[in-house]
């Protein structure tokens, strides 16, 4: 069975450009992520889905950053317009549901690097 | 231009050795604890689980310990392989928000 998706692996912008980053999750997961990662950091929440609802997105920047999971399958982050300190791995990640247990582990992908210059 | 080297904690093992790596928390309404291995340009990948119910479980070659009365986690690899190199990242949830929130990572640098 196929993991959670991200394209593109790699993107390079100019600052104040926008970029948008793409998740299939894995099937069947209704919880879906989106991390921010800085390097050498641990990955830090922005923003969670329950189906197609966000139901949690404290962390998300939002006079720049939006996301939206119309489907509630896949789901697009955006950026605009990007600044030089949004240079990070943002990695998608998906669970069967919310809630820490085994049973909802949450799985993550390759992530899409992005270089803001 | 000059690179700034960032300094993550490392543990630098001999192939066949055993590892130990650790972790302190510091929510102590955390009852879910997670560790996960990411390999250089790869996400975080899942390695095991522990309630706070339990203070010890094991899986295949990874042993993971928990500590509540001194917010502290570790995870043991046996016989420590190279492809075992990698960023060890605890992480934690529970409480009100239920959030899981990682640790600061840990480099396992292993030697043949």
């Known amino acids: 069975e196929a993991g959670v998706v991200q394209s593109p692996r790699y993107k390079i912008i100019e600052k104040k450009q926008p970029v948008a980053f793409w998740c299939n999750p894995i099937s069947g997961h209704n919880t879906l992520y989106w991390y921010r990662q800085n390097l050498g950091q641990g990955p830090e929440l922005l923003i969670r889905?329950?189906?197609?609802?966000?139901?949690?997105d404290s962390q998300l920047p939002k006079d720049r950053f939006s996301a939206e999971r119309l489907k509630g399958v896949d789901s697009t982050l955006k950026i605009q317009p990007a600044e030089l300190g949004d240079s990070a791995v943002y990695l998608c990640?998906?669970?069967?549901?919310?809630?820490?247990?085994?049973?909802?582990?949450?799985?993550f992908g390759e992530g899409s690097w992005l270089t803001v210059v | 231009g000059e690179s700034v080297g960032l300094h993550l904690p490392t543990l630098s093992v001999q192939e066949g050795d055993n590892s130990i790596i650790n972790c302190a928390y510091s929510n102590s309404a955390s009852d879910y604890f997670i560790w996960y291995k990411q390999e250089s340009g790869k996400g975080p990948q899942f390695i095991i689980d522990i309630r706070s119910n339990m203070d010890k479980r094991q899986g295949q070659r990874v042993t993971v310990l928990l500590n509540k009365t001194v917010k502290h986690l570790s995870l043991q690899i046996a016989a420590t392989q190279p492809g075992d190199s990698a960023v060890y990242f605890c992480a934690e949830s529970g409480g009100a928000t239920n959030k899981l929130i990682f640790g600061t990572g840990t480099l396992l640098a292993v030697q043949p």
């Open positions: 889905y329950e189906n197609e609802e966000a139901v949690d």
């Open positions: 990640a998906s669970s069967l549901a919310w809630g820490a247990s085994s049973g909802n582990t949450i799985y």
